[in-house]
């Protein structure tokens, strides 16, 4: 049996139920793979607080040294979120030579390259399982097991918190600030949770995914991103009525002159199968050259399912494994220059709720503008006015080229027509 030592570094909800899983189950880790995963050193901002779970007779320090500079530490798991400190810290353990195991999606979507360069520099790796979609080994799926194929598309709903939020929304009609507040205290949302309903944690995800299954650099800036913070329980219930679900939708699409991604809320048909992924479960379709269409689903965040991956990197490298598969493949190295297309081509259906005063002539108005477009309108309906003389209209079209449902509701927009900014939404 080897033993191996491991530092942690963010003793929070990840950090956690990395603790948790490794005092219930080191007995399981030791019968199955013949290693006894042995956390010797934690580092935490506050060593002094009373924590859940106890870490046994391991040391607690809010000092990185005390990992970095124990030459027993080979591994360190990195559950610090950020991306100032958390690269500070993360840098700090490459250039100690230990492996680094991260969930901080941000910091892998903003520096990886710059990261893995150093990691390559020092000779160590930075896993990197637990960084999108939790408990599902979606990493380990498009760089071990559908390696022999071309990646085709990827559609996924990637953050736990706002699929928490819509499934609350929809199936319970938990308004929206108490469905991200429970989200929040159970755990799935981000320090800082705008970065969850404004899309932006789905785009780092994406990115990753993206660079891993299309083999170069991505910008961050050239994945198109909507959050849900627009969306409101009516547009939920007009989904419903149209034999769909609205879910933040990630998407990789490889079209002839170049990649297409985009986060955007999107009414999915209720018989897709990522419609029925719900609440903190994430799930991702993939369209690939030889295996054909393959989905993934499970539960995205909190603190088992994500220390499960954790964990499972953990394994992958002090077990030599990572170093053979992952490391010898070029992650994060160089890649390809990409070339990138506007989602503006894509022809879909569209939902559009316009919020207008309640006076004469603002349906017409609103119809010509989708006429002059060349939008076939399927459905179209003006509610009550509420007592400040807000009416909503609710317009579903035909599939049309999406620019072209873009263009006349920025028209209608800028006309004065609207009160609020219209909500757009495509249908998959
Ligand atoms: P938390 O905020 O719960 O925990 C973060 C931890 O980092 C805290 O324990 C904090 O210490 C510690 N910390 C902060 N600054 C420092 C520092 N300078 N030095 C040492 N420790 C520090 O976050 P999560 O556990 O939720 O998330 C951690 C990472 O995992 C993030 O990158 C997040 O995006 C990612 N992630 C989270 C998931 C989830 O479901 N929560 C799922 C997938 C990824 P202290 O407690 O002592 O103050
Ligand atoms: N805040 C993230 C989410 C955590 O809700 O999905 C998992 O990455």
Redesign the pocket.
Known sequence: MQRKAIGL???????GGVVEILSRDRGLFAERCAIDLDLTTI?????G?VREHSAGSARIS?D?SAITNDPDIGVVVH???GTT??KD?LAACLKAGKHVVT?????IAVHGDELFALAAQHRVGIAFE??VA?GIPIIAALRDGLVANRIHAISAILN?TCNFILTKMEQENWGYDAALAEAQRL??A??DPTLDVDGTDTAHKLAILARIAFNGRIPLAKVRTQGIQQLTAQDIASARTMGARIKLLAVARQRESGLELRVAPTLVPLDHPLAAVNKNANGIAIESSSAGPTLLTGLG???LP?ASAVLADVIDVVSGRYQATAGAFRFFHGGSDLAFVAEIDEVTATYARFVVADKPGVLAGVATALSKHGANVLSIHQGQADPAGRATIEVVTHPLRLGSMQAAVNEIDRSGLTITTTTLLRRL
């Open positions: 570094i963010g003793w929070g909800t990840v950090g580092v935490t901002r506050d060593p607080r809010n990185i559950l610090v979120g400190e958390a810290l969930a901080n999606k941000a910091l637990a960084a939790g736990g755990g799935y981000e320090a965040a909190g603190a994500t």
